[in-house]
C-alpha cells in the first residue's frame, strides 16, 4: 500500500517549465513501476509519463522531448520535470502506480496560461 503526496503545479506561461514532486509512504515503493497521471477539465484522466522499478521510462506521445520522469527510491520521490509547456497541458497532475492503483492524493493544479 502507497499513499502520495503531490507538489510543485503553478501557473506558469507557455513555454516556460515546471517541475513536479511526488512523495510516496508505504512499503516496497521500489519495486512498483509509477506514473504521472493529469485530469483536464472535461476530460477523462490520462497517464502522461511512466517509470519501472529500474528506470525505464515511456511518455504518451503528446508529451515526448518536453516532459521528463524520474525517481529516487532511496528517497520515495518521483518527479516530472515540463518544459516548453502549452496550455493543452493545464490540468491536475497526480501521480500513482501503473498496474498497482492506489488512492489518489490531491494532486497538484497545472495552469499554462499568458
Known amino acids: 500500500q502507497l499513499q502520495f503526496v503531490e507538489s510543485g503545479g503553478g501557473l506558469v506561461q507557455p513555454g516556460g517549465s515546471l517541475r513536479l514532486s511526488c512523495v510516496a509512504s508505504g512499503s516496497n515503493f521500489d519495486i512498483f513501476a509509477l506514473g504521472w497521471y493529469r485530469r483536464a477539465p472535461g476530460k477523462q484522466r490520462e497517464l502522461v509519463a511512466s517509470?519501472?522499478?529500474?528506470?525505464?521510462?515511456d511518455y504518451v506521445d503528446s508529451v515526448k522531448g518536453r516532459f521528463a520522469i524520474s525517481r529516487d527510491n532511496a528517497k520515495k520521490m518521483v518527479y516530472l520535470q515540463m518544459d516548453s509547456l502549452e496550455p493543452e497541458d493545464t490540468a491536475l497532475y497526480h501521480c500513482?502506480?501503473?498496474?498497482?492503483?492506489?488512492?489518489w492524493g490531491q494532486g497538484t493544479q497545472v495552469t499554462v496560461a499568458s
Open positions: 517509470i519501472t522499478y529500474n528506470g525505464n521510462t
Open positions: 500513482n502506480g501503473l498496474s498497482n492503483l492506489w488512492s
